[in-house]
């Protein structure tokens, strides 16, 4: 199905708007009335990424950046291949774990067992592939009892816990990572980071999207400055860190004075 | 490459599935087949004590036979309407075959089907007397059904997903349907038949669920083998809703995750 080898990490002039309506959802009535009134007066599409080419090799780290609405989770949510590209394409190789939102892929009324084995199984594996990780998973993501009690009683922290707890188990060539780390406190980061360092050294691909300029320093060698959905800034971390600070600040000067 | 990668995630969503159905409500599964029983037994003494209609023998298994037919028909089709957008946040999550959401909610109304029937087969074969050779056919009229809604239903969820009242005018066309359907009377033998003979015929082939009907009843209560020409139409409608609701679901999948 994909051309990319297994934790290759391929965009080539991707491009991809959405339209903005209140309510993406049309009906049958409008349909065969042929018009809806909020299309024509609702905001231009938004461009999220125009001609966006990038490589990222097997177990490399990539951190990408950028302003809100730069396009960061769109491309996160391109390479996980839920959302198709106007143009261009997107591979990536192997199986794709993504962390993009919180409580994301969890169903609220079962607990956090049962949402280990629903994740897994989401990801392709079956009963015995996810049987034998759960004790590892429940052990990582240090819920204790909570593990067997319905997640819709969770806290973000422990959303966000499991979840990594469980990405971090389900032998990825590509983890995708858009911002949900920060939710956790310091010292589960720094055990979430250490067990990246670890998958990594085993050849895993990393995509990690923050605004946290000590993470993306600490992971990622490279780094990718996205700005108004094109790529702005290819290339070592301090030299991209530097790029992403003069872009906020000269956009911080352009509304002062405009 | 293993055959079936997504064979776990299934039996996880019908597992899901039946767990969300019956939590919640005291008498548990036993729920589900509480529905057809009151319905039959409420249409029953309709019909028989205030309608008079006595042109059916044992008319309380010749309803339920109807009954829950078209209960597996329109339960899945209503709930699998739904299907994509109650699975909204696996659907934007994870890339995997999206047909299992609507497949794992039919599956779990075939389940509870297949129990309602098995449940009523001795009492039918008892009161009816028909244990026969044409029971052989029950499993692949129950298939050919399970089929023909899986394919109805895959159009119906990705339709619902991309147009929101896609659901409300099924649920509205379903109770006027379920009248036209011949689930109280044979389409045969109705009053005013004999005037107007084609309106048989209308009722019979013009309606796509009263087929399935026929056949299972044929086979359950009346034990006798359906017509071919029953058995030609029940195999044909189920392998083109399954085709074109694949189709469509494959042609219209690629953006779902940006709809819902």
Same mark, same amino acid.
């Given at each position: 199905?994909? =051309? ?8 080539? %002039?991707?491009?991809? !708007?959405?339209?903005? *309506? ?31 080419? +990038? ?15 730069? %396009? ?12 198709? +590209?106007?143009?261009?394409? !997107?591979?990536? %190789? ?41 004790? &590892? ?23 966000? *816990? ?9 032998? !990825? ?64 971390? =301090? ?6 600070? #003069? $872009? +906020? ?10 | ?36 029983? @009151? ?12 309608? #008079?209609?006595? #042109? ?64 009523? +087969? ?23 059904? %399970? @089929?023909?809604? /899986?394919? $109805? ?32 009377? &044979? ?7 004999? !005037? ?23 086979? $359950? ?18 392998? /083109?809703?399954?085709?074109?609701? &694949?189709?469509?679901?494959? #042609?219209?999948?690629?953006?779902? =995750?940006?709809?819902?």
């Amino acid at each position: 199905m994909s =051309a990319a080898a297994p934790g290759e990490v391929v965009l080539e %002039g991707a491009s991809r !708007a959405f339209v903005v *309506r209140a309510d993406p959802a049309r009906t049958l009535k409008e349909l065969f009335i042929g018009r809806r009134g909020s299309e024509a007066s609702g905001p231009p599409p938004i461009h999220a990424l125009r001609d966006v080419t +990038l490589r990222v090799g097997r177990g490399e780290a990539l951190g990408i950046m950028g302003r809100n609405g730069a %396009g960061k989770t769109s491309t996160l949510r391109v390479l996980t291949g839920i959302v198709p +590209l106007d143009s261009g394409s !997107a591979e990536c %190789g192997g199986r794709i774990v993504s962390l993009l939102e919180v409580g994301a892929g969890f169903g609220r009324d079962f607990s956090g067992r049962e949402n280990i084995h629903l994740n897994g199984a989401l990801h392709g594996l079956n009963r015995a592939e996810v049987e034998e990780k759960v004790e &590892r998973i429940v052990a990582f993501s240090e819920l204790g009892d909570f593990i067997d009690v319905p997640v819709r009683t969770y806290s973000s922290g422990m959303f966000v *816990r499991l979840g990594f707890a469980i990405a971090a188990h389900l032998d !990825a060539d590509v983890m995708l990572i858009d911002e949900v780390l920060a939710v956790g406190d310091e010292a589960f980061q720094r055990k979430c980071l250490a067990r990246i360092e670890e998958l990594m050294a085993g050849g895993m691909t990393l995509v990690l999207v923050s605004h946290d300029a000590g993470t993306i320093e600490n992971v990622c060698a490279r780094v990718v400055v996205l700005d108004e959905g094109r790529v702005a800034f290819d290339g070592p971390t =301090a030299d991209a860190l530097a790029h992403y600070r #003069r $872009l +906020l600040d000269d956009h911080e000067g352009s509304t002062v004075r405009g | 490459m293993r055959r079936r990668p997504y064979a776990y995630l299934y039996e996880q969503m019908v597992r899901r599935e039946l767990r969300q159905k019956y939590k919640g409500s005291v008498l548990g599964v036993a729920y589900y087949l509480v529905n057809p029983l @009151v319905l039959t037994a409420a249409y029953a003494l309709m019909f028989t004590y205030v309608l #008079r209609f006595d #042109r059916v023998e044992d008319y309380p298994l010749f309803l339920l036979i109807g009954i829950a037919v078209w209960l597996f028909f329109s339960q899945s089709l209503l709930a699998a309407a739904g299907s994509l957008i109650d699975q909204a946040a696996l659907v934007r999550k994870v890339r995997f075959p999206r047909e299992i959401v609507p497949a794992a909610v039919v599956s779990t109304q075939f389940v509870i089907f297949v129990v309602l029937i098995v449940l009523l +087969l001795p009492v039918v074969l008892i009161v009816r007397g028909t244990l026969g050779a044409q029971l052989l056919l029950l499993p692949v009229v129950l298939g050919a059904l %399970g @089929v023909f809604v /899986l394919g $109805l239903a895959l159009g119906v969820s990705i339709l619902h997903a991309y147009f929101r009242d896609v659901a409300p005018i099924l649920g509205a066309a379903l109770l006027p349907w379920f009248f036209v359907t011949p689930i109280f009377f &044979r389409p045969t033998d109705f009053p005013g038949q004999a !005037a107007n003979p084609w309106l048989s015929d209308v009722l019979r082939w013009g309606n796509p669920i009263a087929p399935f009907i026929e056949a299972v009843r044929d086979v $359950l209560y009346e034990g006798r083998v359906p017509g071919s020409g029953t058995l030609i139409y029940v195999a044909v409608a189920a392998g /083109l809703a399954l085709v074109c609701g &694949r189709a469509l679901f494959r #042609r219209m999948e690629r953006e779902l =995750a940006v709809v819902l």
